[in-house]
C-alpha cells in the first residue's frame, strides 16, 4: 500500500469507528451467531493473489461485525468492563504505526522512560506506597505468574531458577478467587494440589483465621508456605479479602503476598472508594488492570512490586547480544516480566490520563458506582428481588426470588430470566454461583452508560420476570 492510499483508507477507518461510536446502541450487544458460522465462511486458505483494501474491509463489516460482541455497548453490564475511549485508540494507532519493540532501553528510551513515569503516575493515583515500582504487563494473569515466581524463587533463596526441582511450596487464596491463581500455580510449579482454596465469610472475603490456620497446617506437615494472593474485587462478587490482616500474617511467617486488585484497583483513584487498600503497603506485589475500568484499551495491567530486585533476579538471563553500555543507568523492561518483546503500551495510558486528568477518571468511576447504587435500591426494594451479596462499587449480585418458590426452581427460574433479559441485544448481563446459588450479575463500567441504560436493563429484567413467573 502507498502511501497516498495509506491516508485515504485511514481517515475512512476512522470515520467508520466514529461512526460505529455514534450508532452503537443499534448492534446487538451479544453477537447472536452460531457456533462455527463465521469459520464456515472463512476461506480454508490465505489467498495467492493481492485483494484490495475495498474488498476486504467489505468483509470486515459483513463478515467479521456480526461476530463482534460489543464490549463498548453502554448496555454492557457483562463480567467485568474493557472499556474503552477514542484516546486510547488514537494512541494505539500511533504504537502500531511506530511499530516499536521496546524490549529494553536502547529499543525506544522514549517507551522505557514513559513507562517509567506513567507507572509512577499509578502509583500515587491509587495511594500505594512509594517504594513500589511498576511495570505493564499485557494482563492480570500474566502479573500473577510473575507473583507465583518471584515468591517461589524468595522462599528457594533463587534456588527452583537455579536447579529445578521443588521443596514442597504451599499458596494460598480463597475460594472466591479468580482462574488465573490456579492457572499460575500450575505454570510456576507448584502442583495444583499445593494450592489452599481458604473459606470465605458471609461477605465472601477471605478469613484470616482460616488462612492462619491452613498455614499452621502446611508448617506442621513439613510443607513451606510461599505465596498468598489477596483479592480486591473477586470477579463473582466483587468481595474484599481483609488484606491489612491478611499483610500481617504474612509477615509473622515471611509468605510473599501479591494482591490481586485487578477489576476493583481502577477505583482507589476515589479517596471514598479507597478503603479497600487498608494494608496494601504490606504487599510484595500489587496487579491492577488499567484495561478494565481505566478507558484504556485491552491489553494494559499495571502491576507493583515493593522490592523491583526480586523480581528483576527472578526473570534476567544476559544474553551478550542484549547487553548495551546503558544497562546500569536505565530500566530494561525485559528483566521485569516474562517475554522479551513489549509493545509501547505507556502511550495510551499517557493520552488517556492527560486528556482525562485525574480528576475525570475519578468522575467516571463514581458515576458507575451511583448507578449501581441505584440499581442495588431497586432490587432491594422489590419484594420478588433479592441481593445476593453486598452492592459493592460498581457490581450488584442479584435473583428474582418470588415467593412460595424455592431450592432449585429458583435457580431455574434466574437461568430463564436471564436468558430472556439478553435475548432483548438490548443489555447484556453474565451470572455466577453464590454459596450454590444462580446469582444474576449487573457489572457497570462501559463510558457511555447512563441512568437511562440502567433503568433499561431493570425494566426488561422486570418484564422477563412477568413473562416468566410461574404463579
Ligand atoms: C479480570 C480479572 C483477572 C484476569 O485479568 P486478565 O487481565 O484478563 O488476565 C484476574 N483477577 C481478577 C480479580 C479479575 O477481575
Same mark, same amino acid.
Given at each position: 500500500?502507498?502511501?497516498?492510499?495509506?491516508?485515504?483508507?485511514?481517515?475512512?477507518?476512522?470515520?467508520?469507528?466514529?461512526?460505529?461510536?455514534?450508532?452503537?446502541?443499534?448492534?446487538?450487544?451479544?453477537?447472536?451467531?452460531?457456533?462455527?458460522?463465521?469459520?464456515?465462511?472463512?476461506?480454508?486458505?490465505?489467498?495467492?493473489?493481492?485483494?484490495?483494501?475495498?474488498?476486504?474491509?467489505?468483509?470486515?463489516?459483513?463478515?467479521?461485525?456480526?461476530?463482534?460482541?460489543?464490549?463498548?455497548?453502554?448496555?454492557?453490564?457483562?463480567?467485568?468492563?474493557?472499556?474503552?475511549?477514542?484516546?486510547?485508540?488514537?494512541?494505539?494507532?500511533? *504504537?502500531?504505526?511506530?511499530?516499536?519493540?521496546?524490549? /529494553?532501553?536502547? *529499543?525506544?528510551?522514549?517507551?522505557?522512560?514513559?513507562?517509567?513515569?506513567?507507572?509512577?503516575?499509578?502509583?500515587?493515583?491509587?495511594?500505594?506506597?512509594?517504594?513500589?515500582?511498576?511495570?505493564?504487563?499485557?494482563?492480570?494473569?500474566?502479573?500473577?505468574?510473575?507473583?507465583?515466581?518471584?515468591?517461589?524463587?524468595?522462599? *528457594?533463596?533463587?534456588?527452583?531458577?537455579?536447579?529445578?526441582?521443588?521443596?514442597?511450596?504451599?499458596?494460598?487464596?480463597?475460594?472466591?478467587?479468580?482462574?488465573?491463581?490456579?492457572?499460575?500455580?500450575?505454570?510456576?510449579?507448584?502442583?495444583?494440589?499445593?494450592?489452599?482454596?481458604?473459606?470465605?465469610?458471609?461477605?465472601?472475603?477471605?478469613?484470616?483465621?482460616?488462612?492462619?490456620?491452613?498455614?499452621?497446617?502446611?508448617?506442621?506437615?513439613?510443607?513451606?508456605?510461599?505465596?498468598?494472593?489477596? *483479592?480486591?474485587?473477586?470477579?463473582?462478587?466483587?468481595?474484599?479479602?481483609?488484606?491489612?490482616? /491478611?499483610?500481617?500474617?504474612?509477615?509473622?511467617?515471611?509468605?510473599?503476598?501479591?494482591?490481586?486488585?485487578?477489576?476493583?484497583?481502577?477505583?482507589?483513584?476515589?479517596?471514598?472508594?479507597?478503603?479497600?487498600?487498608?494494608?496494601?503497603?504490606?504487599?510484595?506485589?500489587?496487579?491492577?488492570?488499567?484495561?478494565?475500568?481505566?478507558?484504556?484499551?485491552?491489553?494494559?495491567?499495571?502491576?507493583?512490586?515493593?522490592?523491583?530486585?526480586?523480581?528483576?533476579?527472578?526473570?534476567?538471563?544476559?544474553?551478550?547480544?542484549?547487553?548495551?553500555?546503558?544497562?546500569?543507568?536505565?530500566?530494561?523492561?525485559?528483566?521485569?516480566?516474562?517475554?522479551?518483546?513489549?509493545?509501547?503500551?505507556?502511550?495510551?495510558?499517557?493520552?488517556?490520563?492527560?486528556?482525562?486528568?485525574?480528576?475525570?477518571?475519578?468522575?467516571?468511576?463514581?458515576?458507575?458506582?451511583?448507578?449501581?447504587?441505584?440499581?442495588?435500591?431497586?432490587?432491594?426494594?422489590?419484594?420478588?428481588?433479592?441481593?445476593?451479596?453486598?452492592?459493592?462499587?460498581?457490581?450488584?449480585?442479584?435473583?428474582?426470588?418470588?415467593?412460595? /418458590?424455592?431450592?432449585?426452581?429458583?435457580?431455574?427460574?434466574?437461568?430463564?430470566?436471564?436468558?430472556?433479559?439478553?435475548?432483548?441485544?438490548?443489555?447484556?448481563?453474565?451470572?455466577?454461583?453464590?454459596?450454590?446459588?444462580?446469582?444474576?450479575?449487573?457489572?457497570?463500567?462501559?463510558?457511555?452508560?447512563?441512568?437511562?441504560?440502567?433503568?433499561?436493563?431493570?425494566?426488561?429484567?422486570?418484564?422477563?420476570?412477568?413473562?416468566?413467573?410461574?404463579?
Amino acid at each position: 500500500m502507498d502511501n497516498e492510499s495509506f491516508r485515504a483508507h485511514g481517515h475512512a477507518f476512522i470515520d467508520w469507528l466514529a461512526d460505529y461510536f455514534e450508532h452503537i446502541e443499534s448492534y446487538p450487544v451479544k453477537s447472536g451467531v452460531a457456533p462455527g458460522e463465521i469459520l464456515s465462511q472463512l476461506p480454508l486458505s490465505a489467498p495467492e493473489q493481492a485483494e484490495s483494501m475495498e474488498n476486504i474491509f467489505t468483509d470486515f463489516r459483513q463478515l467479521i461485525m456480526p461476530g463482534i460482541t460489543h464490549w463498548q455497548h453502554p448496555g454492557w453490564f457483562a463480567y467485568f468492563p474493557a472499556n474503552n475511549s477514542p484516546e486510547s485508540v488514537l494512541a494505539e494507532l500511533l *504504537t502500531a504505526g511506530l511499530g516499536a519493540q521496546c524490549m /529494553i532501553w536502547q *529499543t525506544s528510551p522514549a517507551a522505557a522512560e514513559l513507562e517509567e513515569r506513567m507507572m509512577e503516575w499509578l502509583r500515587q493515583m491509587l495511594g500505594l506506597p512509594e517504594q513500589m515500582e511498576g511495570v505493564i504487563q499485557d494482563t492480570a494473569s500474566t502479573a500473577t505468574l510473575c507473583a507465583l515466581l518471584s515468591a517461589r524463587e524468595k522462599a *528457594t533463596d533463587f534456588k527452583a531458577n537455579a536447579r529445578g526441582g521443588l521443596l514442597p511450596l504451599t499458596v494460598y487464596a480463597s475460594t472466591e478467587t479468580h482462574s488465573s491463581i490456579e492457572k499460575g500455580v500450575k505454570i510456576a510449579g507448584y502442583g495444583r494440589d499445593k494450592l489452599r482454596l481458604v473459606e470465605t465469610d458471609h461477605r465472601f472475603a477471605m478469613s484470616p483465621q482460616a488462612l492462619e490456620e491452613a498455614i499452621d497446617a502446611d508448617l506442621a506437615a513439613g510443607l513451606r508456605p510461599a505465596c498468598v494472593i489477596a *483479592t480486591l474485587g473477586t470477579t463473582s462478587s466483587m468481595a474484599m479479602d481483609p488484606v491489612d490482616l /491478611i499483610g500481617d500474617i504474612c509477615q509473622r511467617h515471611g509468605i510473599w503476598l501479591h494482591v490481586d486488585a485487578a477489576f476493583a484497583g481502577t477505583a482507589a483513584v476515589a479517596a471514598e472508594h479507597r478503603w479497600f487498600m487498608k494494608g496494601v503497603e504490606k504487599a510484595d506485589s500489587f496487579v491492577f488492570n488499567p484495561h478494565k475500568w481505566m478507558l484504556i484499551n485491552f491489553y494494559c495491567s499495571a502491576y507493583f512490586v515493593r522490592d523491583a530486585a526480586t523480581l528483576v533476579k527472578t526473570f534476567s538471563v544476559q544474553p551478550e547480544y542484549l547487553k548495551t553500555a546503558a544497562d546500569n543507568q536505565v530500566k530494561n523492561y525485559r528483566d521485569w516480566g516474562i517475554q522479551l518483546g513489549r509493545r509501547f503500551r505507556a502511550l495510551k495510558l499517557w493520552f488517556v490520563l492527560r486528556s482525562y486528568g485525574v480528576e475525570g477518571i475519578r468522575r467516571m468511576v463514581n458515576h458507575h458506582i451511583g448507578l449501581a447504587r441505584q440499581f442495588a435500591d431497586w432490587v432491594e426494594a422489590d419484594r420478588d428481588f433479592q441481593l445476593m451479596a453486598p452492592r459493592q462499587l460498581s457490581l450488584v449480585c442479584f435473583r428474582y426470588k418470588p415467593e412460595g /418458590i424455592a431450592g432449585e426452581k429458583v435457580n431455574a427460574l434466574n437461568r430463564r430470566l436471564l436468558d430472556k433479559v439478553n435475548a432483548s441485544s438490548e443489555v447484556f448481563l453474565t451470572h455466577t454461583s453464590l454459596k450454590g446459588n444462580y446469582s444474576l450479575r449487573l457489572s457497570v463500567g462501559q463510558r457511555t452508560t447512563r441512568l437511562e441504560h440502567v433503568q433499561k436493563a431493570w425494566q426488561l429484567i422486570g418484564r422477563a420476570a412477568k413473562e416468566i413467573n410461574p404463579r
